[in-house]
């Protein structure tokens, strides 16, 4: 296979399990705010505490495999959108540290509350907006780096929208790790936000196909449509069997409590596919591609033994520690 | 005001790094600290080692959420702030901190959980053998980063084309030759830094009459570690040296103060005045001859000053000049309060002298602003390149618009000082709780996975506390800890 279209494939794992993991650690913040006593945001955060670490080392490797992959693209991408990463980097940084210090803490606990959910509504939001202006294509002239061409009203769509998925996906988390009241609730927000999330998905899809005419060309010429169209179909149908879960849990029927945190999983995953069908094989849309950014053979090639052996170790022994903590979060509480 | 795109980058960087700095400076040597406690409590039962383990075990925690946030932002920074810089060198240094990702960071980040929160969850071999990963975890970060500072510092194995580096042998890129001596001296540094971190606190709960058992036990060890770390730490510094000297003659000139384009008979400056206008120092006071002695290990030797280069491809003398006896400074000072230890020891007043102790409790930081120190000789020495001899800094920076830069800087510098101010509470009021009771180990079982053990172990823990109440048998208990 083609070195470089093994790193494009790389990049897109790393930045799917971030969206995925960091995602519904991310959107526990975001929920925050829908959680009022002390004890329940405790079991939020205690939820958390012991993965977020890890989850945010996916954003890490996503930088690091540009970094390494596609030098030309990490500098361009990086420099041109300056100010929103800089500001999800403060926002990560509150929300870092809160984890730390909000256990600690005796008088100072709403400011680490307000410093972890606004830390992570923000990260969210400015993710969701370096993915919309980067699917409207970053200006080829030499302002890009001081015009505010991330800030547009798309851009805010995609910001609320990836604020709305991953609060989705944290809703459903808490699903799975609570029992009784906090359960409950879960359940009813992640219903909520089932919908909103999908009206994103389609308003955000429609205004793409719309304005973008490269996309639409892509998704609707000759018989491309027919053949992409299961994306849609499953991500309904994907929808439906959510909600049903989640429904049926109000009513008292469900057993299976960790099946909407996958089915929300599957969400994001077709959402991905779907962007990535519309802009491969472009890194930067209608710029750079991952073959003109790609780094010399040498480079590549000393990486690959590393990805190929290390991915799946991570993978295994993330897999384990999420084991180790398996259960409710009630029954692990503690402290170190 | 006209503002400089290139130096509001280079401070804001140089701010985030130097703040990024303290805390991995902290942690590799704390968490390698925290390993042997825990294996030495495995091994002999002795609860104190578990006390330590537990007690440092929390400000290890927030150490490291500090350095894990604050180091985000650096692997970002190359790209937004030099995007010039990732692109050129990005074929070489990015799969080497890919690497660092790979190996090391993610290594601590998945087995970090199990350290902190499993102590309950996995039996305590397994929570050992988690220690034992974030500890390796923390060096072989170290690594990696080493190797691609180093490489800055001293290229080797690429060639170079259309402009943008390009690797012909990664064993030469890996290990260039300024690395094997930046990597033991940046470990040997940050074990001595947790070390005194250590020293520091114990002696103030000995001072404080606090905790007294735990603090002779962590004092007494540290002290041990700090006369095997200290001249070990100058030897290495002295190899270190002679490497600059080899492969970056400018720097080594900055950091001894010597302005003619060749001197012998080079003295060693206690202290001087460099003035970079008039190329040379104001207020000179030096020993004759012993800089030629350290600098090329004979009595008149010659070595390469200032004035060989151009001025535009000089560093900051003062800054240098300053940094570098800061560091050697503290240095001599730590191995000082080595030897006095032993001194001390000897008499049987280790725990008793009330000034020693106060030295030692003010030495806590000392290791950080060593650390810190040293790291302005290596990169404000380096300057004016960021690749050297290769590529200049001035010419790598994002063309931004300037008040943006200016604005995240400023914002770095409000978040940053908040969380230091933060940072430091926290730790006050992790010392002030001390660590816990022997009765709250007992009451945790740790280790309640393995059948069995968690009843034993109480029973051992009686029977420990019980000895080591007799004023006798803790006599005996440092005696066997002088055996080790």
Partial sequence: MDLALFYFLVLGFAIFMYVLLDGFDLGIGILYPWFNQDDERDHLMRSISHVWDGNETWLVFGGVVLFAAFPAAYAGITSTFYLPIMLMLFALIFRGVAFEYRFKSDTSRPYWDVAFSAGSAIAAFCQGMLLGSLVQGVPTDVDSLSSLHWLTPFSILTGFSVMAGYALLAACYLFMKSRGRIQAHSAKLAKRLLLITILAMVIVSLWTVASQVDIRQRWFSGLNFLWLSPLPIITLVVAVLAWKDLHHHSIGENHHEGRPFWYAATLFLLGFAGLVVGLFPYLIPRQLTFMDAASPDSSLLFLLPGICIFVPLICAYTFWGYRVFAGKVEDYQEGY | ?484
């Fill in chain 2, 1 to 484: 005001m006209d503002l400089d795109v290139a130096i509001l980058s280079r401070i804001q960087f140089a701010f985030t790094v130097s703040f990024h700095i303290i805390f991995p400076s902290i942690t590799i040597g704390l968490a390698t600290l925290i390993a042997i406690w825990e294996g030495l409590w495995l091994k002999t039962h002795n609860p104190y080692y578990l006390q330590l383990a537990k007690f440092w075990i929390k400000p290890f925690a927030i150490t490291f959420g500090m350095g894990v946030v604050s180091g985000i932002v650096l692997s970002y920074e190359f790209g937004t702030n030099f995007s010039k810089f990732s692109e050129i060198t990005g074929a070489v240094l990015g799969p080497l901190m890919a690497y660092e990702v790979l190996t090391a960071f993610f290594m601590e980040a998945g087995f970090l959980g199990v350290m902190l929160f499993g102590w309950q969850r996995v039996g305590r071999k397994l929570h050992f053998f988690s220690t034992l990963v974030v500890m390796t975890g923390t060096w072989i970060s170290a690594f990696w980063i080493i190797a691609a500072n180093s490489w800055m510092q001293t290229p080797t194995g690429y060639k170079i084309i259309n402009g943008k580096f390009e690797v012909e042998s990664w064993m030469e890129v890996i290990f260039n030759p300024s690395m094997p001596y930046r990597l033991t001296h940046m470990v040997v540094a940050s074990l001595i830094t947790a070390t005194f971190v250590v020293a520091g606190i114990s002696a103030y709960y000995l001072l404080k009459k606090k905790n007294i058992p735990f603090a002779k036990k962590g004092l007494s060890m540290c002290m041990w570690f700090a006369l095997v770390l200290t001249p070990l730490q100058a030897w290495i510094g002295d190899m270190h040296g002679l490497n600059v000297q080899e492969h970056q003659p400018t720097k080594l000139a900055a950091m001894e103060g010597i302005w003619p384009a060749e001197e012998a008979n080079v003295p060693l400056l206690l202290f001087a005045m460099p003035n970079m206008k008039t190329e040379s120092n104001d207020y000179e006071v030096g020993i004759p001859n012993l800089g030629s002695l350290i600098l090329t290990h004979s009595w008149d030797g010659a070595v390469q000053g200032l004035k060989a280069v151009p001025p535009e491809d000089r560093p900051n003398v003062p800054l240098v000049f300053w940094s570098f006896r800061v560091m050697v400074g503290i240095g001599f000072g730590m191995m000082g309060i080595a030897v006095l230890a032993l001194l001390l020891r000897r008499k049987g007043r280790l725990f008793e002298n009330k000034p020693f102790l106060a030295l030692v409790t003010l030495f806590t930081p000392m290791g950080v602003i060593a650390v810190l120190a040293g790291w302005y000789v290596v990169e404000i020495g380096r300057q004016p390149w960021i690749v050297y001899n290769l590529v200049r800094t001035s010419e790598i920076v994002s063309p931004l618009p300037p008040e943006r830069v200016l604005f995240t800087l400023i914002m770095f510098v409000i978040i940053y000082s908040l969380l230091i101010g933060v940072y430091l509470y926290f730790m006050r009021k992790l010392i002030k709780k001390g660590p816990p009771s022997m009765a709250a180990l007992e009451q945790q079982l740790i280790g309640m996975k393995a059948p069995g053990y968690a009843l034993a172990w109480v029973k051992t823990l009686q029977h420990k506390e019980l000895q080591t109440n007799e004023p006798q048998s803790n006599e005996s208990q440092n005696k066997a800890q002088g055996d080790k």
